[in-house]
């Protein structure tokens, strides 16, 4: 569980967040949506605990987070299933462990045929498809993704939506989710969490109500449209 | 190696075009040069076959091979010793930015000495036979390893150390899986231009120091007896070992210690 009270950080003089409260459970995925210089990235940095907040508290009872950038910050002379083992390398984890995990990750992530390829040699989809294998690598407890499917075309991105959330399904993974749309995080979210324009605080927290027997679109749609007034308040252009 | 086929149709035209126009360059240089030499006697300016002529004499005296593994010994001790430290001097400055400060004027004084002076210095202090080439080799090399190590090790993408520290990578790792693997694409054009000069002051430190042996040795022999076309081949010989030695052993080894870049220097890059 990580939960953050009053948080709050300045760069020297500039306020960059302000007061957020936060509560995730385990298997529990939060989306934070707001626009670029909100302070999105530096809650996340305070939750991986990059960051020690200038106010406030933060609790994290979570052992193992793993980070989703949104670049895919690949090592180019790596193929892709050592770019996955990457993590378990600095864990110092076996060479056998680590072929084995990520060849297991590599069929998950629809990665077959690509394990010895490097990174110039794959589409942007199949790049960030390897970021989020390195993450899963060292089978974290809670995944922090910064916009990770921002640099992709749209057509990817539904795909990548669908497979993400069935991962974090499957090994019950707790989840913070940035990005700066807000369709991207009623999909996502178990819970949202919209911030204002810098200094970033807290100007709507919804509870999403998404089951696996709800028409996501429809749903997304529906959502979007209740929560937009609220939210386009804070942003006046 | 299935990317390497599939853009090898057209970077191999490329490569074979290139090869061509390369040799129509040299040919016509050749030509040129074999022109001007009928307007002189033969003694003053040599054509191109009397240099080969020459060239083929000295194999089979056998001087000549021996001299070449002389002075390539040399080189690539001196060559090896600076590249050894400058590199490993570039990178731990690169990281450090206090010794950064530290070095960097000590580097530009070396650099700044004349190779010559260097040598003059080395016959003070070493055996001009062994020691002297290679230690004037060494300094005058390293500072462009040096300069490229550090340039290299600054210019490592910072998303990919805050991406290794996010992963708590031990700093170990971050020197072999980073900046070790970064700096020596950094590396490879000094490495190439380091050999280069490291090739031209053997020669030098060797002719200077009237080494017994070795190919400046065997230059120096030439120039006093006047003969023309013997200095002409040891030149020739010089810019073959320096063009076999980059394309036979560096660039198959970059190809090697680089195979992420093969697939990328048929596509022009």
């Known amino acids: 569980m990580l939960t953050m009270t009053g948080v709050g950080h ?30 999105k990235t530096t809650l996340l940095h305070i939750a991986a605990g990059l960051l020690a907040p200038t106010r406030g508290r933060v609790e994290n009872r979570f052992r193992r987070p793993a980070y989703v950038f949104q670049e895919p910050r690949l090592l180019p002379w790596r193929t892709a299933w050592q770019n996955i083992a990457f993590g378990l390398k600095a864990q110092g984890a076996p060479p056998a462990t680590q072929r084995r995990v990520a060849e297991t990750l590599i069929e998950r992530l629809g990665l077959a045929g690509a394990a010895d390829k490097f990174p110039h040699e794959l589409s942007g ?40 959330l069935d991962l974090l399904a499957e090994r019950r993974l ?32 919804v509870v999403l109500g998404r089951t696996p027997a709800t028409d996501a679109d ?8 209740a929560i937009w007034p609220q939210i386009s308040a804070a942003y006046p252009d | 190696m299935r990317e390497l086929g599939r853009r090898g149709g057209d970077g191999g035209v490329r490569r074979v075009e290139g090869l061509v126009w390369g040799l129509v360059g040299l040919g016509v240089c050749l ?44 080189t690539l001790a001196g060559f090896g010793i600076a590249v050894l430290l400058g590199g490993i001097a570039g990178l731990v400055a690169g990281l450090l930015p206090p010794l950064r400060q530290a070095l960097a004027p000590v580097v530009t004084a070396i650099q ?23 230690f004037t080799i060494a300094l005058a090399v390293l500072p462009i390893i040096f300069a490229a190590a550090l340039e290299g090790t600054r210019a490592v993408d910072r998303g990919l150390i805050e991406m ?44 200077m120091a009237g080494s017994r042996m070795g190919m400046g040795a065997g230059l120096g ?24 030695m980059e394309n036979l052993v560096l660039r198959p080894l970059r190809r090697r210690l680089e195979p992420w870049r093969r697939s990328q220097e048929g596509g022009g890059r």
């Open chain 1, 10 to 39: 300045d760069y020297g003089s500039v306020r960059a967040l302000v007061g957020v409260d936060l509560q995730l459970e385990p298997g529990r995925i939060i989306a934070i949506v707001g626009q670029s210089g909100c302070g």
């Open chain 2, 31 to 74: 030509a040129l040069w074999h022109l001007v030499a009928l307007q002189y006697p033969p003694w003053a300016v040599p054509t191109p076959l009397e240099v080969a002529a020459e060239l083929v004499r000295l194999a089979r005296e056998g001087a000549l091979f021996t001299a070449v593994a002389i002075t390539t010994g040399r």
């Open chain 1, 125 to 164: 989809g199949m790049r960030q498809r390897v970021a989020l294998g390195r993450a899963l690598a060292i089978d974290p407890d809670l995944l922090l993704l910064d916009e990770p499917f921002g640099a992709l075309d749209p057509g990817l991105r539904s795909g990548m939506q669908r497979l993400l």
């Open chain 2, 221 to 244: 022999a030439a120039r006093v007896n006047l003969n023309v076309a013997g200095v002409f081949a040891w030149i020739a010989v010089v810019v073959l070992l320096l063009l076999a």
């Open chain 2, 112 to 134: 700044g000495v004349p190779p010559v002076a260097l040598i003059i210095v080395a016959l003070l202090w070493f055996d001009a036979n062994s020691s002297a080439p290679v």
């Open chain 2, 164 to 207: 290794a520290a996010i992963f708590r990578a031990p700093r170990r790792l971050m020197v072999t899986e980073i900046y070790l693997p970064h700096l020596l694409s950094y590396l490879f054009p000094a490495l190439v231009s380091g050999l280069g000069l490291a090739w031209k002051v053997a020669l030098l430190a060797e002719l």
């Open chain 1, 174 to 205: 707790a989840a913070l989710f940035v990005t700066h749309d807000l369709a991207e995080a009623v999909r996502m979210g178990d819970e949202l969490i919209a911030l204002s324009p810098a200094p970033g605080r807290v100007i709507a927290r």
């Open chain 1, 218 to 225: 429809v749903y997304v749609h529906q959502t979007v449209a």
